[in-house]
């Protein structure tokens, strides 16, 4: 079957990403191996609503799957308009992000020209999926609840009722085909590594591991992955970083997943792996907010390995907001680690957010204080939103007696469902302050380290 996978048209999104998106890129390698005509349609694809149009009716896909992340849904809608206006007889799926966290009652109804939701991964569902559909007509008489209930996943609108069903994680991570680098090629992308001293090479996102088990209240990434931290193996992952160093020339390697250094043994086999392939690179990760493997050894390790920069989500530098995130360690343990990290060459970011829960003006100075206090290398600052599936979500939910949020609508900056003491317009004031000052700073410190130079 002739099957198109696509973000939103760019020209749809704002700030849309500048690196291969690894998800569509695992479920390509998945349907190419189930014998599917796949063809992809990422992040740096041609724009242009028109041109789209154009491709739709020169290669007639008989399914369309969408990746959809919650700040994008007005541009999938619109996406999803230019493919039904074309191909009226297409079959449109949506998966990502925003579906796996939505109610399905909810995604259904904003997703009205769909004609299925995935939840979760779907390197298994959507190839299920595919073959249910070409058995259709040998299922056409079952009642619509039996039709498609072997797909872990899956939600559908029949009848006037939405069916939905339950969620499965695929258990060893070994077994799932490598991401189809050749369809997602690094060179074509402009993103680089944050921090990166690299001339030379390409950037490729990487994952280790799937699921976290925090209950960070501002996320909800534990509906698309699970909680239980699934791992592959060191050799399994080494196996994909030699392919894209040698084959594809990739210097730079960004590992996406919350859990990298949650397991000891597998983060110093990797470590040591690269080490004894000889591949000199960079690379940086995301912290887990466990930070007892971050050991002088280890970090020692990491960056004769290549490891540059680690960035952490600290989010609050309020105890107070840290009990209302959820958040189990101490500032103390964070500013302690952030020395153990940079004295071993290993540069730090920090990830910041305002606007939580009954949060205050003396909280919000309280954050921003403590971010300007711990001699981070980088330092960034966000608002907190209301993701569907997350804690926040329920909360602004039960204070404001609403059913849903319109996503097509929502602006953080101007809501009225602001989530802290402190009015959207004025939260959005104090955010540009705070990044002003971090300009400013970046600034003092460039204009002092060129006069030193001199």
């Known amino acids: 079957m002739k099957i198109l996978l696509m973000t939103p048209l760019t020209s749809f999104v704002e700030n849309p990403p500048n690196i291969p998106d690894l998800g569509l890129a695992y479920i390509t390698s998945s349907l190419r191996s189930h ?9 740096n694809a041609d724009p242009s609503a028109e041109n789209f149009r154009k491709w739709l009716n020169e290669n007639k896909p008989e399914v369309v799957g969408i990746k959809i992340f919650t700040k994008d849904v007005a541009a999938a809608q619109k996406t999803i308009a230019v493919i039904r206006e074309t191909l009226q007889g297409t079959t449109i799926v949506i998966g990502g992000p925003h579906p796996s966290a939505s109610e399905p009652a909810d995604l259904m109804g904003d997703f009205i020209e769909c004609d299925f939701a995935i939840r979760g991964e779907a390197e298994e569902s959507f190839p299920s999926l595919i073959s249910e559909i070409n058995n259709s007509v040998a299922k056409s008489g079952k009642p619509a609840e039996e039709r498609y209930k072997d797909v872990p996943g899956l939600v559908w609108l029949e009848g006037g009722k939405v069916f939905s069903n339950p969620i499965s994680f695929i258990h060893n991570l070994d077994d799932i085909d490598l991401p189809c680098w050749e369809m997602f090629n690094p060179k074509d992308y ?27 209240s501002f996320c909800c990434a534990f509906n698309i992955s699970g909680r239980k931290i699934r791992y ?20 730079k390697f960004m590992f996406m997943d919350n859990c990298f250094t949650s397991h000891k043994e597998n983060l110093i086999k990797i470590c040591e792996g690269i080490i004894n392939e000889k591949m000199v690179i960079e690379w940086d990760f995301v912290s ?9 050894a280890t970090l020692s390790l990491m960056y004769r390995s290549g490891c540059r920069l680690i960035h952490m989500g600290i989010e609050s530098g309020s105890e107070k907001t840290r009990k209302v995130m959820k958040k189990s360690c101490s500032l103390k343990e964070i500013t302690e680690k952030i020395k153990v990290i940079q004295d071993s060459g290993v540069k730090v970011g920090a990830w910041f957010m305002i606007g939580f829960p009954e949060e205050t003006k003396k ?36 204070r404001y007696k609403f059913k849903k949020i319109d996503w097509t609508a929502f602006d953080i900056d101007n809501s009225v469902y602001h989530v802290s003491q402190l009015p959207s317009k004025e939260l959005a004031r104090q955010l540009r302050i705070i990044r002003f000052k971090l300009l400013m700073g970046r600034v003092f410190k460039k204009i002092t380290f060129n006069r030193k130079r001199k």
């Not at 592959?232 to 210097?251: F, H, I």
């Not at 887990?288 to 002088?296: A, Q």
């Open 363 to 398: 909280e919000i100075r309280e954050t921003t204080n403590y971010a300007f206090s711990l001699g981070a290398d980088l330092v960034t600052f966000t608002t907190c939103f209301p993701l569907p599936g997350s804690q926040i979500y329920h909360y602004i939910k039960d």
């Open 190 to 216: 402009s993103g680089d590594m944050m921090g990166s001293t690299m001339k030379e090479g390409y950037t490729a996102p990487i994952i280790t591991t799937r699921g976290c088990p925090g209950k960070c």
């Open 288 to 296: 887990y907010e466990k930070l007892d493997n971050l050991t002088d």
């Open 35 to 43: 014998g599917h005509d796949v063809h992809v349609r990422d992040w």
């Open 232 to 251: 592959r193996s060191p050799s399994n992952v080494l196996k994909e970083m030699s392919l894209l160093y040698n084959k594809y020339n990739v210097k």
